[in-house]
């Protein structure tokens, strides 16, 4: 059975490798473009946000094209902001679509994922085939987050960033084809030979930043991170950690992080704010010259932090430049804001330099 | 931080989000306590404009309306400001929503306050409210015995009402059924006295308060914030009781989880159902406006089907 989602980025191949490993199909999501912005904008509730108007415009898109069976990822644990929601609201806005059956995957537990697959796939999925799907699935966005974070590297550090973008998307293409754990592995290694190949510029990057924020947002590399990703390119390390593999794998790095933002955030049961407020710390530990704090607007959880990382960058007194992508927003104004920015950085690190 | 000898222990309480939510419980606990609560005045337009002045602009109507209080509270003499953290519920599936409980790391990181006035008690929830758990951390941070605590929660306890809810419909007029946060219904300010205009244009007007009690947490919507799944039963109860013509849904300005379920309800609620956002630039002349437009559409729909309001 072929099923579809939104893009998360390119993280739908890992929820492909997961349909994939009990036999059923994920067809590729639209890429996001102003068209599919507008649908969502034009179906959701004004106070949804533009993470959320980009998933209802891209589902609306699919369904348009015929396609019933909408899976998508979500355990309804702490992690979760109101994409938890998301089945019931779902089923309210296209009620009248006839035929959409909507799987919800995940799960706390291995019982409990294995429940979730069974009521959607049947009862004969049995619990190493369960291991076997979130082997994969898993697999799959760990090597999709290493990828990504290095080639976001690369673009400021190799000089030549037209072969960096060719070997992300060969990495991509054998991400998705790989069909076991070895087969990962083999794409992993193959990955970090040929990036370890392309040659490097002589001169160390003139700035390092880091970026924090909404983590869908951050996944959309294809579209509105595109023109973030571009300032690597004039030679400016970008950095971030957040994205859908610290979601999915919150359990494990959610206590540590945690502990590290103890003075600023409490005990609240929420992921998003926490990776945020962790990963800006960190980046000030490790002598970041700025924090960008990209988010969509009217994210809860990125609208709540988002005092608390302007405090966090206040006591370290690191730069920080907020931006809060929306409805309407322009590439020119996002474009003068990033360059405003970095001339900022570039002029404070000189005059530190010079002092 | 205990009270000097000889001198009572003055906590401020912002009269805002958390107080109304939870029915001003802490408060009442506080008071058994003997401990001397300050509560901030009603909601007025200083109050708001202080709050407005110090929180970020994207974050909701109700978040900039308790900062002022939080405001006016650091400038009084209390001792400690109260900012409860609510965790979540203690099935671990349901939530307030972020900002909710995030108020004291944003009180903290605003400033608004010298955070060590800052009091920030964690608390978890269930379908009947606060539990024990945060009570008894409380009074132990306050410097009580467990035995004062047990006291403190015996007696607010045993002045909850038991009354029966029934609802009569309004032999002259119409029946109008109120949903939305407790923060915004009971915060005349917020709502721009909605209730009062109603009642002016001689409607009937019933809250959650006069409604069977639905619990703090209805899990039977399957909704992961609290009080959106709160929100989602209150307006389905009013949609099977016969005796309410029309339901006013208070929807504060970029409020997320109420966001989300307003489309739901337009599709399942089948009273007529006004959606009446509030925010910072609400205007009386529209409000009413919109009241009179919806009271005025249900006095005829009743007309035409030979209803009461005939």
């Known amino acids: 059975m072929k099923h579809f989602t939104f893009s998360w980025g390119n993280n739908y191949i890992a929820i492909r490798g997961l349909l994939q490993a009990i036999g059923h199909e994920l067809a590729t999501p639209p890429k996001i473009n102003s068209a599919i912005a507008e649908r969502g904008i034009e179906l959701a509730h004004p106070f949804l946000c533009f993470s959320g108007k980009l998933v209802l415009g891209q589902i609306a898109t699919q369904l348009d094209q015929g396609d019933r069976q909408f899976t ?17 609201y779902l089923q309210s806005l296209f009620s009248d679509c006839s035929g959409l059956s909507t799987h919800r995957l995940g799960g706390g537990t291995l019982d409990g994922t294995l429940a979730n697959l069974r009521s959607h796939f049947g009862p004969r999925i049995g619990k190493l085939d369960c291991m076997k799907a979130y082997a994969s699935f898993l697999g799959k966005i ?29 990495a991509l293409i054998r991400i998705d084809n790989a069909s076991n754990s070895i087969a990962l592995w083999r ?29 869908h947002i951050l996944s959309e590399v294809d579209s509105i991170m595109t023109m973030i990703k571009g300032i690597a390119e004039r030679g400016i390390l970008l950095e971030w950690r957040s994205g859908f593999r610290h979601l999915v794998r919150a359990q494990s790095s959610l206590g540590p992080a ?8 409490n005990d609240a049961l929420s992921t998003s704010e926490v990776f945020s407020c962790a990963h800006a710390l960190e980046f000030i530990e490790e002598g970041y010259d700025g924090l960008l704090h990209i988010y969509a607007f009217g994210c809860m959880p990125q609208t709540s932090v988002k005092p608390i990382l302007q405090r966090v960058a206040q006591d370290a007194g690191v730069p920080l430049l907020s931006l809060s992508i929306g409805d309407r927003f322009a590439e ?24 | 931080m205990v009270a000097e000898k000889g001198s009572k ?4 309480v912002p009269l805002s989000i958390l107080h109304y939510e939870f029915g001003g419980t802490i408060a009442r606990f506080l008071t058994r306590l003997g401990i001397d609560v300050v509560l901030s005045p009603p909601t007025n337009q200083e109050i708001f404009q202080a709050g407005k002045r110090v929180v970020i602009d994207e974050l909701c109507f109700p978040i900039k309306i308790f900062a002022g209080h939080v405001t006016y509270l650091a400038n009084q003499d209390v001792d400690k400001i109260l900012v409860p953290v609510i965790v979540g519920h203690e099935n671990n599936r349901m939530f307030p929503c972020h900002p909710r409980s995030r108020l004291a790391d944003i009180v903290r990181a605003l400033g608004i306050c010298e955070t060590d006035r800052l009091l920030a008690p964690a608390f978890r929830f269930d379908q009947h409210g606060l539990t024990v758990g945060g ?13 004062a605590c047990d006291q403190a929660l015996d007696d607010i306890r045993s002045c909850d009402s038991d009354e029966p809810h029934t609802i009569v419909a309004s032999s002259d007029g119409l029946t109008i059924g109120i949903v939305g946060h407790p923060y915004v219904v009971q915060d005349k300010w917020a709502n721009n006295h909605v209730v009062q205009r109603l009642e002016a244009v001689g409607c009937q007007v019933v809250t959650e308060n006069d409604a069977e009690p639905i619990g703090y947490a209805p899990e039977a919507t399957g909704l992961h914030f609290a009080l959106a799944a709160r929100t989602v039963t209150l307006s389905k109860m009013w949609d ?12 504060p300005f970029n409020c997320g989880p109420d966001g989300d379920i307003t489309r739901y309800l337009n599709r399942t609620i089948k009273t007529p159902m006004l959606t009446l956002v509030l925010d910072e630039l609400q205007s009386s002349a529209g409000l009413i406006t919109r009241l009179e437009a919806f009271v005025d559409l249900l006095n005829r729909s009743c007309a035409a089907v030979g209803g009461r309001s005939s």
């Not at chain 1, 020119?332 to 002092?355: C, I, M, P, S, V």
């Not at chain 2, 009570?135 to 035995?147: H, K, N, P, T, W």
């Open chain 1, 72 to 88: 998508f990822m979500s355990s309804l644990g702490p992690e979760a902001c109101r994409c938890a929601d998301t089945c019931d």
């Open chain 1, 142 to 170: 760990d090597l999709l987050h290493k990828v990504e974070k290095r080639c976001t590297a690369l673009r400021c550090l190799s000089s030549t960033p037209k072969q960096v973008h060719e070997l992300e998307k060969m």
């Open chain 1, 187 to 215: 794409v992993s290694r193959w990955f970090d030979l040929k990036a370890n190949l392309l040659p490097l510029h002589k001169r160390p990057p003139s700035l390092r930043i880091g970026i924090i924020g909404g983590e």
């Open chain 1, 258 to 265: 945690k502990e590290k933002c103890r003075a600023y955030l």
């Open chain 1, 332 to 355: 020119e104004g996002l474009e003068n804001r990033l360059e405003a920015f970095t001339d900022l950085l570039e002029a404070r690190k000189n005059k530190g330099a010079t002092k």
């Open chain 2, 9 to 12: 222990l003055r906590i401020g």
């Open chain 2, 135 to 147: 009570f008894q951390d409380l009074a132990r941070e306050l410097g009580f015995s467990e035995d």
């Open chain 2, 240 to 251: 099977s009781t016969p005796e309410i013509d029309g339901i006013v849904f208070l929807l």
